[in-house]
T-cell receptor, first 112, second 116 residues
């Protein structure tokens, strides 16, 4: 059974810092990995999708990398802003089914 | 990506009653997924819903408790039946990634359910 782990569980940084969120998964046979953002009490907003054949994806200040063989992904946020404060979720899609397996998330607080 | 309109966004319900959550997609999707997010936890898959067939439920979830309808390729409902306080969670529907596994999944805004 696929297990997805996210470290750290919570992170507080001052505005302007660059930061890295980590995601690991136990079964490397994935089709893709997706990073989401969730604001309190809200649904999920997709940030980046990395296909299994790709090493990284970039969108604005966000960069996500994927090392499938070692079962790891990182989400890099450059020049963090208070508006980045949210929970960041990592999810993988297996070849055996269509649903996503989620980690528990990293709760990020960026202070002014 | 496509957009899912999910409603209600939140509700407070009495134990023993039922609540139906609706999700409308602005484009056709083969599969839709229903997840539950309990307080402080990650998302857990409840079931996968295909049009015209019974939903496929994950271990720990049963049709009598969480009946799902999927009448067409743009709409689905999840009912939480005979509710108890333990059902208090955020419920989310999702689509995408079905015909081509390498497309992104997208989510509704979630339904925050409180059972009192």
């Amino acid at each position: 059974k696929q297990e997805v782990t996210q470290i750290p569980a919570a992170l507080s940084v001052p505005e302007g810092e660059n930061l890295v969120l980590n995601c690991s998964f136990t079964d490397s046979a994935i089709y893709n990995l997706q990073w989401f953002r969730q604001d309190p009490g809200k649904g999920l907003t997709s940030l980046l999708l990395i296909q299994s054949s790709q090493r990284e994806q970039t969108s604005g200040r966000l960069n996500a990398s994927l090392d499938k063989s070692s079962g790891r992904s990182t989400l890099y946020i450059a020049a963090s802003q208070p508006g980045d404060s949210a929970t960041y979720l990592c999810a993988v899609r297996q070849g055996s089914g269509y649903a996503l397996n989620f980690g528990k998330g990293t709760s990020l607080l960026v202070t002014p | 990506s496509a957009v899912i309109s999910q409603k209600p966004s939140r509700d407070i319900c009495q134990r023993g009653t039922s609540l139906t959550i609706q999700c409308q997609v602005d484009s056709q999707v083969t599969m839709m997924f229903w997840y539950r997010q309990q307080p402080g936890q990650s998302l857990t898959l409840i079931a996968t819903a295909n049009q015209g067939s019974e939903a496929t439920y994950e271990s720990g979830f049963v049709i009598d408790k969480f009946p799902i309808s999927r009448p067409n390729l743009t709409f689905s409902t999840l009912t939480v039946s005979n509710m108890s306080p333990e059902d208090s969670s955020i419920y989310l529907c999702s689509g995408g990634g079905d015909r081509d596994l390498n497309t992104e999944a997208f989510f509704g805004q979630g339904t925050r359910l409180t059972v009192v």
